[in-house]
């Protein structure tokens, strides 16, 4: 039996696969319903573009019309190991002071900017050198652009001269500022959640990685969550068990979809599609 079971090894999932099999004594399984993430096109960082239609690498989730008379929007989410950090625009932008405490101040404890910033520190390895605000020892390598575009450097030069400081690291301060994103980039190559976390653990023999298995349902000991449903490729279904905890990551979307299809959301939205409510 594992210890820990978690579902969906995106950004969340790989790190959590990371940090909870440091312990060698603790057996842990990641469950993703994706494949690997070896595909060419995963690693060139436009290449993801060639990959969003393919439902092999994606969910694609449709939207109802966002206002009346509106089209339908698609969705898409990574399905691969590192899930959506597989496909995204590897952005990194930290968002501010104000940002991180903002969300403290909503009822977050532990989520204000003194709090992240070390945890930010500690995951980076950022190619601009160590600062006060940028680790280096970290497995997640963020640089900045390689080859400057003109266009891009007229757009900064512009900015300055109304008035915005031009900037190297535009993570480094709250100002009004311009310049160039940091990105998830390394040597020209797309440094995904998986590659950052998952790889160097994934021969530890405590930790599993089962991968093109979907998870169908969370799995109750009266209150409490104690396992899954899941579905291999085969579409052989299997029930598994955690000692200790079941944790979802399958993404801002995916997650309260297996919740509701657990019994666990608005009652009315869970009756009209048939489904026993655990929990409104
Ligand atoms: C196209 C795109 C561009 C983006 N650009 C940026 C950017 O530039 N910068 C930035 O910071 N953020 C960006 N994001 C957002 C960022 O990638 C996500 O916020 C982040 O990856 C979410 O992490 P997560 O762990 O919550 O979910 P995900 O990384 O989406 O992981 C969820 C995982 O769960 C798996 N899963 C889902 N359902 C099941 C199931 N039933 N059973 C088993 N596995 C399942 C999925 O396959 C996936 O691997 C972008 C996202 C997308 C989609």
């Known amino acids: 039996m594992y210890d820990y079971v978690i579902a969906g090894a995106g950004s969340a999932g790989c790190v959590l696969a990371e940090r909870l099999s440091r312990e060698p004594g603790v057996r842990v399984l990641l469950v993703e319903a994706g494949g690997a993430d070896r595909h060419p096109y ?40 590192g899930g ?72 900064i030069a512009t900015g300055s001269a109304f008035g915005l400081r031009a900037v190297p690291d535009v993570n480094e301060e709250d100002g009004e500022r311009i310049g160039y994103a940091m990105a998830t980039i390394k040597a020209g190559q797309r440094f995904s959640a998986a590659r950052a976390f998952l790889r160097p653990a994934r021969s530890r023999p405590n930790l599993t990685i089962a991968r093109q298995t979907t998870v169908t349902r969370v799995l109750f000991d009266g209150d409490k969550a104690v396992g899954v449903r899941v579905r291999n490729a085969g579409r052989q279904e299997e029930d598994i068990h955690a000692r200790r905890e079941v944790i979802l990551s399958l993404g801002s979307l995916a997650t309260p979809r297996l919740l509701q299809l657990s019994g666990i959301g608005p009652a009315e939205v869970l009756r009209a599609a048939g489904v026993p409510v655990r929990l409104d």
């Open 42 to 81: 995963l690693r060139v960082p436009k290449g993801v573009g060639k990959l969003f239609g393919d439902p092999a690498f994606s969910w694609h989730y449709r939207t109802r019309p966002l206002r009346e008379g509106g089209n339908p929007e698609v969705w898409v989410r990574g399905k691969v190991l």
């Open 84 to 155: 959506s950090s597989s496909v995204n625009g590897m952005v990194y932008n930290r968002g501010g002071r104000a940002d991180w405490d903002d969300l403290e101040r909503l009822g977050n404890p532990g989520w204000g900017w003194d709090a992240v910033l070390p945890a930010f520190r500690a995951i980076e390895s950022n190619a601009l050198g160590p600062s006060p605000t940028r680790g280096t020892r970290g497995p997640l390598h963020v640089s900045t652009v390689r080859d400057p575009d003109p266009l891009c450097d007229e757009l």
